[in-house]
């Protein structure tokens, strides 16, 4: 069973920067993993930020970015603003296309704005 | 504007069925590759599964929990995404968004309880 590993947790300081990380267990996730990454906060819906590893919705702020890192997907948020405190979730496809075979949310990281 | 509305949730016994609805306005529905995302109650999110539009070829794919017990359809006359969910089990309860990747609806509550 694949499993995509999260962050459980992380902090930073407002106008700080973070990077948190999306992890396969089959190995290095690379593009063709089309990594998505989403954003939760209590109570709401998620919302989309990222599609297929970097690129950005109109809505994502600029302080948001995907990447690839060290054999992992990767969301670094830039000059971080207290609203950005939520719940992060990456999702990757399994099966070589956008939406491929077979989807798999990594657990998801709380970030905590201090 | 980009709505996603999704019914027909509720409280079933096990071994009950279901089906949910989402209702989709806003964007063309028939050429969107739309999936079902759910989330129990404190927990992360989990992929449910997939259909492609009708032009792509219209396949579903399924997360290993649910193939076999639940179907997804789409009637694209009706802007509308079907998810037949049977043989439900208790750990099927969850909060069951629609989501076209970018856009995501509300959710729609299902609780297994005898």
């Known amino acids: 069973q694949t499993v995509v590993t999260q962050e459980p947790s992380l902090t930073v300081s407002p106008g700080g920067t973070v990077t948190l990380t999306c992890a396969s267990s089959?190995?290095?996730?690379?593009?063709?993993?089309?990594a998505d990454w989403f954003q939760q906060k209590p109570g709401q819906a998620p919302r989309a930020l990222i599609f297929?590893?970097?690129n950005k919705y109109s809505w994502t702020p600029a302080r948001f970015s995907g990447s690839l890192l060290g054999g992992k997907a990767a969301l670094t948020l830039s000059g971080v603003q207290p609203e950005d405190e939520a719940d992060y979730y990456c999702?990757?496809?399994?099966?070589?296309?956008?939406?491929?075979?077979?989807?798999?949310f990594g657990g998801g990281t709380k970030l905590t704005v201090l | 504007e980009v709505q996603l509305v999704e019914s027909g949730g509720g409280l079933v016994k096990p071994g009950g069925s279901l089906r949910l609805s989402c209702v989709a306005s806003?964007?063309?529905?028939?050429?969107?590759?739309m999936s079902w995302v759910r989330q129990a109650p404190g927990k992360g999110l989990e992929w449910v599964g997939r259909?492609?539009?009708?032009?792509?070829?219209?396949?579903?794919d399924y997360a290993a929990p649910v193939k076999g017990r639940f179907t997804i359809a789409r009637d694209d006359s009706a802007n509308t995404l079907y998810l037949q969910m049977n043989s439900l089990k208790i750990e099927d309860r969850a909060l069951y968004y629609c989501?076209?990747?970018?856009?995501w609806g509300q959710g729609t509550l299902v609780t297994v309880s005898s």
């Open positions: 989501t076209s990747r970018n856009h």
């Open positions: 999702l990757l496809y399994y099966g070589g296309v956008p939406g491929g075979s077979q989807g798999v």
């Open positions: 259909i492609k539009s009708k032009s792509d070829g219209g396949a579903t």
């Open positions: 806003g964007f063309t529905f028939t050429n969107a590759w």
């Open positions: 089959t190995g290095a996730v690379t593009s063709d993993y089309y």
């Open positions: 297929s590893t970097s």
